[in-house]
């Protein structure tokens, strides 16, 4: 009898939600920007966006954006890209939709990119324009005359704070310190750009489902990073899958939602600025989230009714004194992406909040979000869920070779979200989609009988003990087992005998020796699989949205 393959019946579909379809419909909207101006005017009168206590409507929203985009119109031509250099302010969502009603691209940018980063960043989208805070503009300048970039438009925390923000700038560049000099030649700020655009005419730009909206930078481990286009029919399509995914859950004018993972990752991007946004939402923006006590502080102010966040944010908030204090009463519905979601920390949320941590995946290539577990989910359940709408998942050996259901192998996407390629690097995008449409994702994935995925490691990160697959994650998930282990990293190291070995980082909330872990583990892995090597961490690496980069504790070749 011949084995049955993930893709023979898609298995997936007999578990969907009640109400969710195979296929979405066809599209609503023609762009992000009409999905946008949509929202603004359907949700006029209601909160778009909280920041430090200062609140704007989606009727303020749109007027800003108008300006901004009739200000960048003055100066720019349609399809130019335009970056986004900044972390969570009322000034991000203005600027975004203001760039795409422009008729232009935003390429997000990491504010903590070295000169370097940046300076590849903006060449190779071949950034016309950027919009920065003023705290990063000295990273700008060093490499400004070796860009094509031809405006500058700088701003600071508190610019549509009113006084309050007038206050905060001063005390942040002239009592804390905290905005290097920085020497440019030509810059205007973000407020006398919106004046000046309030005294120009806005032209309405007409842009197509096939016109590039993001040039959305990878952070690759390998190599500099390269710009996935994402288009403005990958945005829509990846709205809506996730709508008809949550319809049972999500309601329009009703959420209030808790942004604290930067809304320049795609993640945020997506689910936090683009979806909440056509559910009219109410946006609450964290600047800092590493001020966990802030954090914390700031969530009492609220009646919160969702949140999204990596897995070492979740952990951050379940060990700050004070958040099982917080008032989780209308809170219902938390999403959890970017790296895999630990058991521990799913359990401990659910005892806290009382609400399920539901795991979801994508990449920046699918525009995110290409599985997700459906949002009745009783209990955490180790997977990444089912293949959302439209969207079919495939795992396949190093042959391409199709696998057996529950059979390991590499994770392949192919759906309407799936990004057009990388941006000049047709070699690249052919390595990594072929001709049918798959996207190769680089995770090693499994799938049960029921459909559900489970992401096991990635494809570059396993590690080769004795011939025997040991996957970091499942090191990780067992060791984060023992009360004291806060968080941990594992890694391969070559050895003469077994080839490699595997290699724990781990941060404690208590004193262990290495040979407590080391037993802790054994507890609870096969023999191979126990780290040969401990070492103690004050913190881990991480990204810019908190995920443990493994990369940067691997010995420098």
Sequence with gaps: MRAILVTDSKPWLKSYPKGVPEFISELSYDSVADMIENACEKYENRTAYVNYGKSITYGQLEE???????????????????????????????????????????????????????????????????????????????????????????????????????????????????????????????????????????????????????????????????????????????????????????????EIVITALPLYHIFALNANCLLFTEYGAKNILITNPRDMPGFV?????????????????????????????????????????????????????????????????????????????????????????LPISSTECDIRDDDGNSMPIGERGELCIRGPQVMKGYLNRPEATAETIDENGWLKTGDIAVMNEEGFFKIVDRKKDMILVSGFNVYPNEIEDAACLHVNIIECAAIGLPDDKSGEVVKLFVVVSEEMTVQEVKDHCRENLTGYKVPRHIEFKEELPKSNVGKILRKDLRPSE
Aim: aromatic share 8%; glycine share 8%; hydrophobic share 40%.
């Design 64 to 254: 800003m954006s108008r300006h901004l985009a009739a200000f960048l119109q003055s100066k720019l031509n349609k399809g130019d890209a335009v970056s986004i250099m900044m972390p969570n302010l009322l000034q991000y969502p203005i600027a975004v939709f203001a760039i795409l009603r422009a008729g232009m691209i935003v390429t997000n940018t990491n504010p903590l990119y070295t000169p370097r980063e940046l300076e590849h960043q903006l060449n190779d989208s071949d950034a016309k324009a950027i919009i920065v805070i003023e705290n990063y503009a000295c990273t700008f300048s060093e490499v400004a005359q070796n860009t094509p970039v031809e405006h500058v438009i700088t701003t600071q925390i508190g610019d549509l704070l009113g006084f309050k923000g007038k206050f905060m700038n001063f005390m942040i560049k002239k009592v804390k310190k905290m905005v290097p000099n920085f020497e440019l030649d030509n810059y205007t700020s973000f407020n006398k750009v919106l004046s000046q655009g309030k005294k120009l005419d806005f032209k309405k730009t007409k842009t197509t489902l096939d016109d590039i909206a993001f040039l959305q930078y990878t952070g690759g481990t390998t190599g500099v990073s390269k710009g996935a286009m994402l288009t403005n029919r990958n945005l829509v399509s990846n709205v809506e899958q996730v709508r008809q995914w949550n319809a049972n859950s999500l309601k329009e004018g009703k």
């Design 297 to 385: 502080k700031e969530l009492s102010n609220h009646k919160f009714t969702a949140m999204t966040g990596v897995n070492t944010l979740f952990n951050g908030l379940l060990n700050t004194p004070g958040f099982d204090q917080v008032n989780f009463d209308n809170f219902r519905f938390a999403l959890g992406g970017g790296m895999a979601v630990q058991k521990d920390t799913a359990t401990r949320w659910k005892k806290t909040t009382g609400v399920t941590l539901l795991e979801a995946y994508g990449l920046t290539e699918t525009s995110p979000a290409a599985c997700m577990n459906p949002s009745d989910l009783k209990e955490y359940n180790g997977m990444i869920g």
